[in-house]
């Protein structure tokens, strides 16, 4: 079955450095997602893409956020300068868009960000 | 007001016997999609099971099915014969689809421990 692929599964930074993480969605998905969780809590949204730009954005994706879809297969999620509230586990997702919003999102294995 | 309420923090199950996970939801939009995951220990996002608004019979998957009552706003998950790999945490999450959004509004989960 394919899957939505991330990496690296693990990233340590110290804060005020740049990271980006790197997810390669299903191939011939639409729209491509990253969402976080903070550790104990829920998983929240932080953004969507589609037609390589930005159609939705939550308030926690400030000016410190971009997403890029540089080659046509990946899907980047860069924290320019990273906080130490930024630590939490980074999810891509992946989705076609069915009849009546029907969207199952495939969801990345998840990037563990630490910002010590 | 919190769009996805998981009033369970934890369950505790005896292997092969049944559970019910709780969720409730609040929208006004009159369709939308409910959606179950599942997230074991290695963190992955799993999708279980999908309940369109307007669905008239509730959706199974497998050992997996949906409880829903539209009038009380709930769409709980029923996992059938209990095994030890079902102990993971589950989140409940809805769409909104004429809100034009794309997003997964994501409650706060339940941990299910499944004994032997």
């Known amino acids: 079955e394919p899957e939505v692929t991330q990496t690296p599964s693990h990233q340590v930074t110290q804060m005020g450095q740049e990271v980006i993480l790197r997810c390669v969605p299903i191939?011939?998905?639409?729209?491509f997602y990253w969402y976080r969780q903070i550790l104990g809590q829920k998983v929240e949204f932080l953004v969507s893409?589609?037609?390589?730009?930005?159609?939705?954005k939550s308030e926690i994706f400030d000016d410190q956020f971009s997403v890029e879809r540089p080659d046509g297969s990946n899907f980047t999620l860069k924290i320019r300068s990273t906080k130490l509230e930024d630590s939490a586990m980074y999810f891509c997702a992946s989705s076609v868009i069915y009849d009546r919003g029907y969207e199952k999102l495939f969801f990345g294995s998840g990037t563990q960000l630490s910002v010590l | 007001a919190q769009k996805i309420t998981q009033t369970q923090p934890g369950m505790f199950v005896q292997e092969k016997e049944a559970v019910t996970l709780d969720c409730t939801y609040d929208?006004?939009?009159?369709?939308?999609?409910l959606f179950w995951y599942k997230q074991p220990s290695s963190g992955e996002m799993i999708f279980l099971i999908y309940?369109?608004?307007?669905?008239?019979q509730n959706a199974t998957e497998g050992r997996y099915s949906l409880n829903f009552q539209k009038a009380r706003k709930s769409a709980n998950l029923v996992i059938s014969a209990s095994q030890l790999g079902d102990s993971a945490m589950y989140f409940c999450a809805m769409r909104e689809v004429d809100s034009g959004y794309s997003t997964l509004t994501f409650g706060k989960g339940t941990m299910l421990l499944v004994s032997p």
């Open positions: 893409f589609y037609n390589n730009e930005i159609s939705e």
């Open positions: 929208t006004s939009d009159p369709s939308y999609g």
């Open positions: 191939s011939n998905h639409l729209y």
């Open positions: 309940q369109g608004s307007y669905d008239q």
